[in-house]
């Protein structure tokens, strides 16, 4: 089975700054990458897919890199609304694990 | 629009069983890929299993902590996904979210979730 790191595993962070999510699979998954945002008590939503296609109505603040084995996420100028958990998940092979979670808080 | 609808969690004893309903609308339900992921109360998010679209003949794949327990499958005429879970352990005990796949190349990415419903597995 494929691995799957996130760092930081906690991130904090201040409205208008750039963050950076980095994910790592344990081994080669092409672009076969994407990230969720999760919001408390809620469903996780699409950011992006492909590793670096911008889901419809995600803002584009919201970009994401890499591939092969190391993926990151990129809010260039963090928003209220982003304070969230961000999941990357790798769908290059079964099973279609998701890594750990990166919680971005104020 | 596309709306995904669970039902079906509840309070079960260990080794129990339970089967999750998913409604699906503003789709063509046949076309698509759908999956299942769970979430166990502050925890990460795991998925459970994958039902493939008619195309592939709905043909599944599951996740080793539930092959053999747990089974998927389709109404088509009710547009409804399922997830029959036997053998119910503690450790099942989740929120469990009905998934509609995004097909991009021969890859396919989950843009639709539902609501979720709560399973808990307890004495």
């Known amino acids: 089975d494929i691995q799957l790191t996130q760092s930081p595993s906690f991130l904090s962070a201040s409205v208008g700054d750039r963050v950076t999510i980095t994910c790592r699979a344990s081994q080669g998954i092409s672009s076969y990458l994407a990230w969720y945002q999760q919001k408390p008590g809620k469903a996780p939503k699409l950011l992006i897919y492909?590793?670096?296609t911008l889901q419809s109505g995600v803002p584009s603040r919201f970009s994401g890199s890499g591939s092969g084995t190391e993926f990151t996420l990129t809010i260039s100028s963090l928003q209220p609304e982003d304070f969230a958990t961000y999941y990357c998940?790798?769908?290059?092979?079964?099973?279609?694990?998701f890594g750990p979670g990166t919680k971005v808080d104020i | 629009e596309v709306q995904l609808v669970e039902s079906g969690g509840d309070l079960v004893q260990p080794g129990g069983s339970l089967r999750l309903s998913c409604a699906a609308s503003?789709?063509?339900?046949?076309?698509?890929?759908m999956d299942w992921v769970r979430q166990a109360p502050g925890k990460g998010l795991e998925w459970v299993g994958r039902?493939?679209?008619?195309?592939?003949?709905?043909?599944?794949e599951y996740a080793a902590s539930v092959k053999g327990r747990f089974t998927i499958s389709r109404d088509v005429s009710e547009n409804s996904l399922y997830l029959q879970m036997n053998s119910l352990k503690t450790e099942d005990t989740a929120v469990y979210y009905c998934?509609?796949?995004?097909?991009?190349?021969?890859?396919?990415?989950?843009?639709?979730w539902g609501q979720g419903t709560l399973v808990t597995v307890s004495s």
């Open positions: 039902s493939r679209n008619k195309a592939n003949s709905y043909t599944a």
């Open positions: 998940q790798q769908l290059n092979s079964y099973p279609l694990d």
């Open positions: 998934v509609r796949d995004l097909r991009f190349g021969e890859t396919f990415y989950f843009d639709y």
């Open positions: 503003g789709f063509t339900f046949s076309d698509h890929y």
């Open positions: 492909a590793a670096s």
